[in-house]
C-alpha cells in the first residue's frame, strides 16, 4: 500500500501514515447502511438500534441456513446528519469549550448506543463536518462562524471531534461537504494520532469535487486519506440519477482500489419507505418535490418516489461491477422491504463479484461496465469477466460485447448472476435489452 505524509502545523504532525486509519487495515469491501435515505434529519437513538438488530437478526435462510445481513459482509451501520444539537456557540453545534454537542432528546446516550452495537458485532459510523442547508441541519457551520478561508474552518475542532468521537467508540467517519473544515489530510492525521482504526468516508469534502477535474485531482497525489469518496453529486431514488451517478464515476476507476474505493453513492433500494421526501412538505426545497429529484441533479425532474425492483437490482449490479462501497438506506426494521430485496444482497455470485477487485473498467458503451475477476499470469490474459449492462433508455437497446476485447478466449461461458442460467457464445457476448432492464453475467473462458 502506497504511504502518505501530512504535517499540520497547529495541531498533529504525522509523517509515513497509512490512508484510512491507524492501523489501515481496512482493504476489503465496505458494506453497510446509513440513516439518510431513510429519514434524513430526523434519525434518533431508537430508530439506528432498530437498524443494528435488524442487521444483526438471521431473519432470512440462504441455501437453508438461516442469515443475517451482518453474516453477508453488511456489518456497518451509520449515523448521518440530525444527531447534534445547534446550542451551541452563535447557533453552531459546538460548545463554548469547542466540544460538539449531542441533541440527548433524540440520543439519550450515544455511548450506549455504540455499546450496543458492538455486542451484536456491528461495527457503527458517525458523521461531522456537516454542511448548512437549514432545511436539513439547522446548525451553523464551522466556516460561517470562524471563517472559512483556504477551507480550514476552526482548527481545533478537528482536534476535539475525533477526540470526542473516538471517546465514544465509533469505529467509522463520513465527513461532509459545506462545514467548513474541509482539509482531509488534517482530519486523517488526527484520526491517526488517536490510535483507533476507523474507517474514513468523504462525501466530497476537501474541495474533491468531480467537476471539472480528473481523477489525478480527486485523490491528492501524495495518497489517499480516505477509504471510500464520493465522485458525484447526492443521489436520488431515480434510475436517472443513479445512472448518472455511475456514469460519475468512470472516471475515477483508474484510481479507485482497495481502501480507497470510488464511491458513487449510498444504494437507493428500498428508499424513501419512511423518510420525509416521500411525504413531508418543506419549505427550504422546491415545493412539492415528493422525492429527492429535482432540475439540477442529473434525473430531468424525474421524481419517482422509489427504485423498482429491477431498477434496485441494476444498482446493486452495477455497484458490485464497479467495486464500490454497498452502504444500504432503506429502514432495515421493515420486514416488506427487508424481504424483497434480500435475495438481492445475499446473491452468492455477486458478492463474490464485489469482492473482487483486480481491475475495473467502462467498456466501450456508456452503459456498460465489467471487470477481471480472473487471470491467468502465465498467458497473460483474463480468464473470466464480470459484466453489468444497463438499459436506462424508453427503447430497447442492443449491447454487444466483443471477447478479443476482454482479452478472453474466443468461446466462454455466460452464466446470469441471477438465474444462474448458462450460455455458450462465441467471439461476443451480445444481448437485446428492453427499456429499462439490465444484465448482470459473468464471462467464463471454456473448458478446453
Not at 332 to 348: A, D, H, K, M, Q
Amino acid at each position: 500500500l502506497a504511504m502518505w505524509a501530512v504535517a499540520v502545523a497547529s495541531a498533529v504532525a504525522v509523517v509515513g501514515v497509512d490512508p484510512g486509519g491507524y492501523p489501515n487495515g481496512m482493504t476489503g469491501p465496505i458494506r453497510g447502511w446509513r440513516s439518510w435515505n431513510a429519514v434524513t434529519s430526523d434519525v434518533t437513538q431508537s430508530f439506528i438500534e432498530r437498524q443494528i438488530s435488524a442487521i444483526a437478526e438471521r431473519r432470512m435462510s440462504v441455501d437453508g441456513v438461516p442469515t443475517s445481513l451482518l453474516d453477508l459482509g453488511f456489518n456497518r451501520v451509520g449515523i448521518d446528519s440530525g444527531w447534534a444539537s445547534c446550542t451551541g456557540v452563535n447557533g453552531s453545534w459546538h460548545d463554548s469549550t469547542g466540544h460538539f454537542i449531542i441533541n440527548t432528546t433524540k440520543f439519550p446516550s450515544m455511548k450506549s448506543m455504540v455499546d450496543f452495537a458492538h455486542s451484536k458485532n456491528v461495527k457503527i459510523d458517525f458523521y461531522l463536518n456537516q454542511d448548512v442547508d437549514p432545511g436539513w441541519h439547522g446548525c451553523k457551520s464551522e466556516g460561517q462562524i470562524h471563517g472559512a478561508a483556504a477551507n480550514t474552518g476552526n482548527f481545533a475542532s478537528y482536534h476535539n471531534d475525533i477526540a470526542d468521537m473516538v471517546a465514544l467508540g465509533f469505529d467509522g467517519v463520513k465527513f461532509d461537504a459545506g462545514g467548513g473544515n474541509d482539509d482531509m489530510n488534517r482530519w486523517a492525521a488526527e484520526i491517526n494520532a488517536s490510535g483507533r482504526e476507523v474507517l474514513i468516508e468523504n462525501c466530497n469534502n476537501g474541495g474533491y469535487v468531480p467537476y471539472p477535474q480528473k481523477s489525478s485531482a480527486k485523490v491528492p497525489p501524495g495518497g489517499c486519506p480516505f477509504n471510500m469518496f464520493r465522485t458525484g453529486i447526492d443521489e436520488a431514488p431515480s434510475p436517472l440519477s443513479t445512472v448518472s451517478n455511475l456514469m460519475d464515476t468512470n472516471r475515477y476507476l483508474d484510481v479507485s482500489k482497495p481502501g480507497c474505493y470510488a464511491y458513487p453513492d449510498m444504494l437507493e433500494m428500498g428508499a424513501p419507505v419512511v423518510g420525509p421526501y416521500a411525504s413531508r412538505p418543506d419549505t427550504a426545497h422546491p415545493a412539492g418535490r415528493s422525492s429527492q429529484c429535482g432540475p439540477n441533479d442529473g434525473t430531468h425532474s424525474d421524481t419517482a418516489p422509489r427504485l423498482s425492483l429491477e431498477q434496485g437490482t441494476a444498482q446493486f449490479a452495477a455497484w458490485c461491477t464497479v467495486s464500490s462501497p454497498t452502504i444500504l438506506g432503506f429502514d432495515l426494521g421493515n420486514s416488506t422491504e427487508y424481504e424483497r430485496w434480500f435475495p438481492v444482497l445475499s446473491n452468492r455470485l455477486a458478492l463474490e463479484v464485489h469482492e473482487d477487485m483486480k481491475d475495473t473498467r467502462t467498456l466501450p458503451s456508456y452503459s456498460v461496465w465489467g471487470k477481471p475477476i480472473e487471470s491467468d499470469a502465465t498467458a497473460g490474459t483474463f480468464k473470466a469477466w464480470a459484466i453489468t449492462a444497463i438499459n436506462s433508455v424508453d427503447t430497447p437497446q442492443k449491447v454487444s460485447v466483443e471477447l478479443s476485447q476482454l482479452g478472453l478466449p474466443n468461446a466462454v461461458t455466460v452464466t446470469d448472476v441471477w438465474t444462474n442460467a448458462t450460455a455458450e457464445v462465441t467471439t461476443a457476448w451480445s444481448v437485446t435489452l428492453p427499456a429499462g432492464t439490465h444484465r448482470f453475467v459473468v464471462l467464463r473462458a471454456s473448458a478446453p
